[in-house]
């Protein structure tokens, strides 16, 4: 066991974020999708020399460049699913012009154009979470705009309109599928031959459904949550009468008496991108006028700054929460000196199992930077207790006491096995573990040994 406090000075915070390094890579982009299942996949565009969108696909750190349908082309990737399949659009030379042209890459074939009927270009903006599916936008030849979803497995086919009023316009911003015996889902908009936007989903017990939504009419859905279930949930936005963007969320199945309103972070809008069950993520503008990315909290009704909780340096700021998946996992926008990057974070995570009284019981900590020295603090009640030696690191339980210290490993983790007395059934106990070295505090993990 290393001694936990006699390796550690900082200054502190209490947060349970990890934020890595600016995209895992050299130059401005934006990481638009970060997952891990075996592998941990990204992927989004970087900016050449030039300023042009480069698409890029990352595995365990590792950079690809995906390249594009003409030589010089730019490109970017939208999504990315846990076996590091991509979707996204490539420049392709069409009758002499340069047009965004939707493609699907894997390691075996490379990219893969997805043949669109009677269109002029497109993009795919999301992929099911094991590739049987994918979805995205085409312009038509009039230069209107339609989703379509497309399969993949066992072959790539010819993408399929989905349902459209006659004469409006559709765009797929959002998919959600888990395997292929679940159903698919597609989130996004449909455009009225006025131009106003509503909010739309694909898949989903009515088929193509428009959802009320408040304000101007102007609405769309950019988060799903669940597949064909009773806790199918989706998010998006609407403007209010001053043009400002207004967040929600709602259940799929009842949409309008489970519509629920999203506060800002003290500003003008809230915009969010993702969510998973009970939770909505995004960016909102703060009382300074600054986009700050955003995790809320369904059941709690809780509005928090992750900026207040994720581990970065002084000078970088989250401003945006670009993708969420398993709810361990996001993509972000961060600004450094002006500039933007994408970044991705892992929410630090603890769990205590089995909960049996007069038996060994396991404290697992996990999702955290590796090589850190971590410690389990118990109490019995909420409150807030120093960590001893750091200013500002607080664990969130009264009178709390060490229970075990140790290191992370190369994964990130770290378990210690103790002995429950026989005495403690029915006993409830609040476990934290903290990271001093990295200022990460996880959420308080309440038991009750039986």
């Given at each position: 066991m290393?001694?936990?406090?006699?390796?550690?000075?900082?200054?502190?915070?209490?947060?349970?974020?990890?934020?890595?390094?600016?995209?895992?890579?050299?130059?401005?982009?934006?990481?638009?999708?970060?997952?891990?299942?075996?592998?941990a996949f990204s992927t989004g565009w970087e900016l050449d020399s030039q300023g042009r969108e480069q698409g890029m696909r990352y595995k365990n750190g590792i950079a690809l460049d995906l390249g594009a349908f003409?030589?010089?082309?730019?490109?970017?990737?939208?999504g990315v699913n846990v076996g590091g399949q991509v979707v996204g659009w490539a420049e392709d030379l069409v009758q002499g012009v340069q047009l965004r042209r939707p493609f699907f890459f894997d390691d075996q074939n490379g990219l893969q154009l997805i043949d669109l009927p009677q269109s002029s270009e497109g993009w795919a903006t999301g992929i099911a979470i094991f590739g049987h599916t994918a979805a995205g936008t085409m312009r038509r030849a009039d230069g209107s705009l339609q989703a379509?979803?497309?399969?993949?497995?066992?072959?790539?086919?010819?993408?399929?309109?989905?349902?459209?009023p006659a004469g409006w316009e559709s765009e797929a911003l959002v998919m959600k599928q888990d395997n292929g015996s679940s159903p698919m889902l597609v989130g996004g908009l449909v455009r009225d031959p006025s131009g106003r936007e509503f909010a739309a989903v694909w898949g989903g017990p009515?088929?193509?459904?428009?959802?009320?939504?408040?304000?101007?009419?102007?609405?769309?859905?950019?988060?799903?949550?669940?597949?064909?279930?009773?806790?199918?949930?989706?998010?998006?936005?609407?403007?209010?009468?001053?043009?400002?963007?207004?967040?929600?969320?709602?259940?799929?199945?009842?949409?309008?008496?489970?519509?629920?309103?999203?506060?800002?972070?003290?500003g003008s809008w809230t915009r969010p991108t993702c969510m998973d069950r009970w939770f909505v993520w995004g960016a909102s503008e703060n009382?300074?006028?600054?986009?700050?990315?955003?995790?809320?909290?369904?059941?709690?009704?809780?509005?928090?700054?992750?900026?207040?909780?994720?581990?970065?340096?002084?000078?970088?700021?989250?401003?945006?929460?670009?993708?969420?998946?398993?709810?361990?996992?996001?993509?972000?926008?961060?600004?450094?000196?002006?500039?933007?990057?994408?970044?991705?974070?892992?929410?630090?995570?603890?769990?205590?199992w089995p909960l049996d009284s007069g038996a060994p019981t396991n404290l697992r900590m996990f999702s955290g930077p590796e090589g850190s020295p971590v410690a389990f603090m118990f109490g019995f009640t909420a409150g807030s207790t120093s960590v001893n030696g750091f200013p500002g690191l607080f664990v969130d339980i009264a009178q709390a006491k060490m229970a075990a210290r140790g290191q992370t490993d190369s994964t990130g983790s770290f378990t210690q096995t103790l002995q429950v007395p026989a005495g403690a059934a029915g006993l409830t106990v609040l476990i934290q573990a903290v990271m001093p070295s990295h200022s990460i505090t996880t959420s308080v993990t309440t038991v009750t040994f039986e």
């Amino acid at each position: 066991m290393l001694s936990l406090f006699a390796l550690l000075f900082a200054p502190a915070i209490q947060q349970d974020l990890f934020v890595q390094p600016t995209s895992q890579a050299p130059s401005s982009g934006r990481v638009m999708q970060y997952i891990a299942y075996v592998d941990a996949f990204s992927t989004g565009w970087e900016l050449d020399s030039q300023g042009r969108e480069q698409g890029m696909r990352y595995k365990n750190g590792i950079a690809l460049d995906l390249g594009a349908f003409v030589p010089g082309g730019a490109s970017a990737g939208l999504g990315v699913n846990v076996g590091g399949q991509v979707v996204g659009w490539a420049e392709d030379l069409v009758q002499g012009v340069q047009l965004r042209r939707p493609f699907f890459f894997d390691d075996q074939n490379g990219l893969q154009l997805i043949d669109l009927p009677q269109s002029s270009e497109g993009w795919a903006t999301g992929i099911a979470i094991f590739g049987h599916t994918a979805a995205g936008t085409m312009r038509r030849a009039d230069g209107s705009l339609q989703a379509w979803y497309v399969e993949l497995w066992p072959m790539i086919s010819q993408a399929v309109p989905l349902s459209t009023p006659a004469g409006w316009e559709s765009e797929a911003l959002v998919m959600k599928q888990d395997n292929g015996s679940s159903p698919m889902l597609v989130g996004g908009l449909v455009r009225d031959p006025s131009g106003r936007e509503f909010a739309a989903v694909w898949g989903g017990p009515n088929g193509m459904e428009i959802l009320s939504t408040p304000g101007t009419g102007n609405a769309r859905l950019t988060g799903l949550s669940g597949s064909e279930h009773s806790w199918d949930k989706a998010c998006g936005y609407f403007l209010d009468a001053s043009g400002h963007e207004q967040g929600f969320a709602l259940e799929l199945n009842d949409p309008v008496n489970s519509f629920v309103a999203l506060p800002s972070l003290g500003g003008s809008w809230t915009r969010p991108t993702c969510m998973d069950r009970w939770f909505v993520w995004g960016a909102s503008e703060n009382s300074q006028g600054q986009s700050r990315a955003f995790e809320f909290t369904l059941d709690g009704q809780a509005m928090e700054d992750l900026n207040d909780r994720a581990n970065t340096p002084p000078a970088v700021a989250l401003t945006q929460v670009t993708s969420s998946e398993f709810g361990q996992i996001h993509s972000y926008d961060i600004e450094v000196n002006g500039v933007q990057y994408g970044a991705v974070s892992q929410r630090v995570g603890m769990t205590a199992w089995p909960l049996d009284s007069g038996a060994p019981t396991n404290l697992r900590m996990f999702s955290g930077p590796e090589g850190s020295p971590v410690a389990f603090m118990f109490g019995f009640t909420a409150g807030s207790t120093s960590v001893n030696g750091f200013p500002g690191l607080f664990v969130d339980i009264a009178q709390a006491k060490m229970a075990a210290r140790g290191q992370t490993d190369s994964t990130g983790s770290f378990t210690q096995t103790l002995q429950v007395p026989a005495g403690a059934a029915g006993l409830t106990v609040l476990i934290q573990a903290v990271m001093p070295s990295h200022s990460i505090t996880t959420s308080v993990t309440t038991v009750t040994f039986e």
